[in-house]
């Protein structure tokens, strides 16, 4: 009995330690289980998360595309926009102005052997400036960016004004091509006045009665856009790199990309801060300007007192106010004039800068009238230098019969009509017309005038611009054989005088 339940117990045991194994391998069994179980919901979760992602990634990429396809579309629709405004601006430029002609791509390109580097004559900021040979003409074709939205707003802005403006003292805008954004100016042989003054290794030195004539020639140009009407024209950069002189040195100003119509004009005595983008170039810019952001008419005055004591002295204008200011009040101007001249009128010269300086007074009330004192202490100073220049020359003083008989012509308002003549019935009118007539013509009054100044005066006024009488026609005709005697007699004064044609 005692070895039988022993027996059993060995058999128990035994029964257990198998029971024990069998447990503790359906453990490990169940914890490997349980660990892959783990893993496999890991990898679960991580696939949940990177199809989430995927998901998301196609929503986004979704959006992204729609996005896209609208902001094309909104792009394509602005263009469409902005390139029917700009048709619209190009078609009422040519339907103002006659005398401005549209190019097309082509013949531009032709015309400067596609941009050849040969035809390039000046470059910038704007872009370059070529020069060629258009409709048997020779011209200066000035291209703007075309990598700037703000450049071609500032191309069909200079198109627009200049297309409007004609005057002996202005470039003379002949053409442009909207397609490559370039405009088509008169070619004018002897360059910017910044080259005259600061470049004598390539040009002669400037004749300092040349440096007077311009400087009127100049402010007359500036008076024509200053009077503009209804609304006055400021040019807003006015400096010698925008001033070209043509074969015979008279000065234009040029560059009108910066001009601006002034609509509502503010008096010179308010003070009125406006929140804008000032333009221009530094020792040239109205200090007045710079501080308010207001620009008037007079805001041009500093520019052209600057170039004045620039044209005085040959000198940069960084210090030039304050220099020329002490020269005249220790009365040593003489010292300081460009010494490349040797024979100033001193007195003139001193006249001249003092209206230089009153130019560029800090603030625009204290600067002068340009129409009512500006323009006639100058054409005192160029007629008295002019009397100097005939006084030590006598030789140059030219036939007066090659000389236009407008120099100037006031016509004053009234309403009068005697039989066939007929006197001018319209407001106050003044022609200005200078020096040797380059391209004579006689009109149907018997008398010769320079061909722009009479042409001009026909497209408005059917009467005689000298005996006031009404013409009979309005054809005029060139005058080859005065023409002729004037280049024959500018070739002689060369020989002699070369430094002022």
Not at 138 to 156: G, P, R
Not at 196 to 218: A, D, T
Not at 320 to 340: C, F, G
Not at 475 to 487: E, K, V, Y
């Amino acid at each position: 009995m005692y070895d039988k339940a022993c027996d059993d117990l060995v058999h128990a045991k035994k029964k257990i330690q198998v029971l024990s194994n069998e447990c503790s391998e359906e453990a490990r069994k169940v914890e490997n289980a349980l660990r892959k179980e783990k893993i496999l919901k890991q990898v679960a979760a991580d696939e949940k998360a990177k199809h989430l992602e995927a998901i998301n990634e196609v929503e986004q990429a979704k959006r992204s595309i729609t996005r896209e396809a609208y902001s094309k579309h909104k792009a394509e629709m602005v263009g469409c926009i902005i390139s029917l405004d700009k048709e619209k601006i190009v078609d009422a430029i040519l339907s103002t102005s006659k005398n401005c002609r549209r190019y097309s791509k082509h013949e531009i390109e032709l015309a400067t052997d596609n941009f050849s580097e040969a035809r390039k004559i000046g470059e910038g900021g704007y872009g370059n400036v070529y020069r060629c040979t258009l409709d048997h003409i020779e011209v200066a074709v000035k291209i703007i960016q075309q990598d700037s939205t703000d450049k071609t707003d500032e191309f069909l802005k200079e198109v627009e004004i200049l297309s409007q403006l004609h005057h002996p003292n202005l470039v003379l805008l002949i053409g442009f091509c909207p397609e490559i954004g370039c405009l088509v100016y008169e070619y004018l042989e002897n360059g910017s006045l910044e080259d005259q003054l600061l470049n004598n290794k390539k040009h002669q030195p400037l004749h300092w009665f040349l440096r007077f004539r311009i400087i009127f020639q100049v402010s007359c140009g500036l008076a024509f856009l200053h009077g503009r009407k209804p609304e006055p024209i400021v040019h807003r950069d006015l400096k010698p790199a925008n001033i070209l002189l043509d074969k015979n040195y008279v000065g234009k100003i040029g560059d009108a990309g910066f001009a601006k119509v002034i609509s509502d004009l503010i008096p010179d005595w308010q003070t009125e801060y406006t929140d804008t983008i000032v333009a221009g170039t530094m020792y040239y810019m109205d200090p007045d300007y710079q501080q308010t952001g207001t620009v008037r008419p007079k805001s041009d005055l500093f520019g052209l007192g600057v170039i004045i004591l620039q044209m005085l002295t040959g000198k940069h204008p960084n210090g030039l106010i304050v220099s020329v200011e002490n020269a005249i009040k220790s009365r040593s101007l003489p010292y300081i004039l460009d010494r490349t001249q040797t024979d100033w009128p001193v007195a003139e010269a001193e006249m001249l800068a003092k209206l230089g300086l009153r130019c560029t007074a800090l603030k625009c009330r204290d600067r002068p009238d340009l129409e009512s004192e500006v323009l006639p202490e100058l054409e005192e100073i160029l007629h008295r230098v002019s009397s100097i220049v005939n006084m030590r020359n006598p030789n140059s003083r030219a036939p007066s019969h090659f000389i236009c008989p407008i120099t100037q012509v006031n016509l004053p308002r009234v309403d009068l009509q005697l039989s066939n003549h007929l006197i001018y019935p319209a407001a106050n009118y003044t022609i200005w017309v200078q020096g040797l007539m380059d391209d004579p013509y006689v009109a149907a009054d018997g008398h010769t005038y320079e061909h722009h100044a009479i042409k001009d005066w026909l497209r408005k006024h059917r009467v005689s611009p000298i005996t006031r009488c009404k013409l009979p026609n309005l054809s005029i005709i060139p005058n080859h054989s005065l023409h002729a005697a004037i280049q024959q007699w500018k070739k002689s004064q060369t020989a002699q005088t070369q430094p002022w044609k």
